[in-house]
């Protein structure tokens, strides 16, 4: 039996070019977790197995980005909606989804 983690802190990045990737897999991407706005599977290749979570804005628990992070067992958010304007890049965030289609993503201040 596999026992899935939950639940994810770290650091978020907000990726929306592979220069962003580049910029990650430099830094280290180890304790980060990263937002997409689209199902990044293949972006976020040379970094996902290594990162401890993942938000995407698109997509659906059948999309392959959450296929891909249920495989690697990385907390996922999928189709989340973010109801902020600011930005969320190196900010701290806990993510923790629910078994099914839900989750909450915590900024913190």
Do not use: N, Y
């Not at 599977?41 to 249920?70: D, E, N, Q, W």
């Not at 690697?72 to 190196?90: H, N």
């Amino acid at each position: 039996m596999i026992t899935l983690k939950l639940s994810a802190e770290g650091e978020m990045r907000v990726v929306k070019s592979i220069q962003d990737v580049v910029r990650l897999w430099k830094e280290g991407p180890e304790g980060k977790i990263a937002l997409v706005e689209d199902a990044g599977t293949t972006t976020l290749a040379p970094v996902l197995s290594k990162l401890a979570g993942v938000v995407c804005t698109s997509g659906a628990l059948g999309s392959h980005l959450a296929i891909v992070t249920r495989e690697f067992q990385i907390p996922a958010l999928m189709g989340t909606k973010l109801e902020t304007s600011e930005s969320l890049d190196r900010r701290r965030v806990v993510i923790k989804p629910e078994e099914g289609t839900g989750g909450v993503l915590l900024v913190s201040d």
